[in-house]
């Protein structure tokens, strides 16, 4: 008995999948899932710049470098210079860094959410962004 026919199966190839493609239109954006995205974005900014404004602050502070400016400055302006040397200090470092994280992440949703709508009012008027997507 011949096994032709078993070898002749054994080597053909299954023939590959067709691929699909779809092409979808991106004509809203919702408001509040914008608001909420760009608020997350906004707070993971805010916290570091938070940490990265803290952390230079402790580096120029554990070299030297801070103590070495403070004594520039107390020469150059003599006694006048109490007000600028509090600036300095790890409290008012802080409160600066916390006030700026705090505007960042206020102005950075609301630029996500005017963006949103910016976006929508665009897409109803050009009908919106045509995606393709394919499979493999």
Same mark, same amino acid.
Do not use: H
């Given at each position: 008995?011949?096994?032709?026919?078993?070898?002749?199966?054994?080597?053909?190839?299954?023939?590959?999948?067709?691929?699909?493609?779809?092409?979808?239109?991106?004509?809203?954006?919702?408001?509040?899932?914008?608001?909420?995205?760009?608020?997350?974005?906004?707070?993971?900014?805010?916290?570091?710049? &938070? %940490?990265?404004?803290?952390?230079?602050?402790?580096?120029?502070?554990?070299? !030297?470098? #801070? *103590? +070495? @400016?403070?004594?520039?400055?107390?020469?150059?302006?003599?006694?006048?210079?109490?007000?600028?040397?509090?600036?300095?200090?790890?409290?008012?470092?802080?409160?600066?860094? &916390? %006030?700026?994280?705090?505007?960042?992440?206020?102005?950075?949703?609301?630029? !996500?959410? #005017? *963006? +949103? @709508?910016?976006?929508?009012?665009?897409?109803?008027?050009t009908g919106g962004?045509?995606?393709?997507?394919?499979?493999?």
């Amino acid at each position: 008995m011949s096994d032709a026919p078993a070898r002749k199966m054994r080597q053909s190839k299954p023939a590959p999948a067709p691929v699909k493609q779809v092409r979808l239109k991106l004509v809203y954006i919702d408001l509040w899932s914008a608001v909420k995205v760009s608020a997350l974005v906004a707070l993971v900014i805010a916290l570091a710049g &938070l %940490v990265l404004n803290l952390a230079v602050w402790g580096i120029l502070n554990a070299t !030297g470098i #801070l *103590g +070495a @400016l403070q004594g520039v400055i107390t020469d150059i302006l003599g006694e006048g210079a109490g007000g600028i040397l509090a600036l300095l200090e790890f409290g008012q470092v802080f409160a600066l860094s &916390l %006030v700026s994280a705090v505007i960042n992440l206020v102005s950075i949703t609301v630029l !996500g959410s #005017l *963006g +949103a @709508l910016i976006y929508n009012a665009i897409a109803r008027l050009t009908g919106g962004y045509l995606l393709g997507f394919r499979s493999n």
